[in-house]
Every structure is written in structure tokens, then in C-alpha cells.
């Protein structure tokens, strides 16, 4: 019996964990919870593009992954990559990047995904 209580809370967490991660958001909606501030860089291995992840939120967001997106001199969209944000990016905190990118006339940073950290704690009333 206990290992039927077990195997089913485990099942629910499981399951809540999922659907939290599992949130889509459009580009623009991202806008109140991170900034970016970023710029393209040149060093001796060629082009590159580094900056700061902003979380303006109240949680610590977790996996945090960037769109690159290469842009032609129109501002048309000719390739793009993505990276991972080094670590986690803390509430009210910031995270750096940086990324080696192939030449290109321009370029757009954005968040791609990420994870909201489940932290919890005893807050009762």
C-alpha cells in the first residue's frame, strides 16, 4: 500500500513539474519577464555576439536558450542558432553570454525556452 502512495505522488509531481515547463510564450510576452542587452563583437576567432540576459521576473529562471537570428542588409532573416544562457539566471539578476556567429550584415537576440525553477518554500499564513 505505501508503495502504491509513493509510486502515485510521484506520478502527480511529476506531472505538475510538466506542465510548468511545458508553457509556450510568444516572443513579444517574454519582454516582461527578461531583457537583452547585447552587442556583436569581433575577436581573433571571427564574429560573436555577447551580452546579458536580464530576469526581470520573481522567479529564477533555468535551461535558458537564445535565438540568434543572422540578418541580411534588407533585415531578412538568413540563418539563425541557439545557445544556452551558462547556468541559471536568479530573480532580479542577470547572466552573461556570448556566442562565436558567422558573418553576417545584422543580427536579433532572443529568448527561444526556458524553465521556471520550482522553488518552494514552507510559506503558510
Not at 571571427?46 to 526581470?56: F, I, K, R
Amino acid at each position: 500500500m505505501r508503495r502504491a502512495t509513493v509510486g502515485l505522488a510521484i506520478a502527480v509531481l511529476a506531472t505538475s513539474v510538466a506542465s510548468v515547463s511545458a508553457q509556450i510564450y510568444a516572443p513579444q510576452s517574454l519582454e516582461r519577464y527578461f531583457r537583452i542587452e547585447w552587442q556583436s563583437t569581433r575577436d581573433r576567432k571571427g564574429p560573436a555576439v555577447e551580452g546579458y540576459l536580464y530576469n526581470t521576473s520573481l522567479q529564477t529562471a533555468h535551461r535558458v536558450r537564445l535565438q540568434i537570428a543572422r540578418l541580411d542588409g534588407a533585415g531578412n532573416v538568413v540563418g539563425d542558432s541557439a545557445i544556452w544562457v551558462p547556468g541559471e539566471v536568479p530573480m532580479g539578476d542577470r547572466a552573461y553570454f556570448k556566442a562565436a556567429v558567422p558573418d553576417a550584415a545584422g543580427y536579433r537576440v532572443q529568448v527561444l525556452s526556458f524553465d521556471w525553477a520550482c522553488e518552494g518554500g514552507g510559506g503558510g499564513m
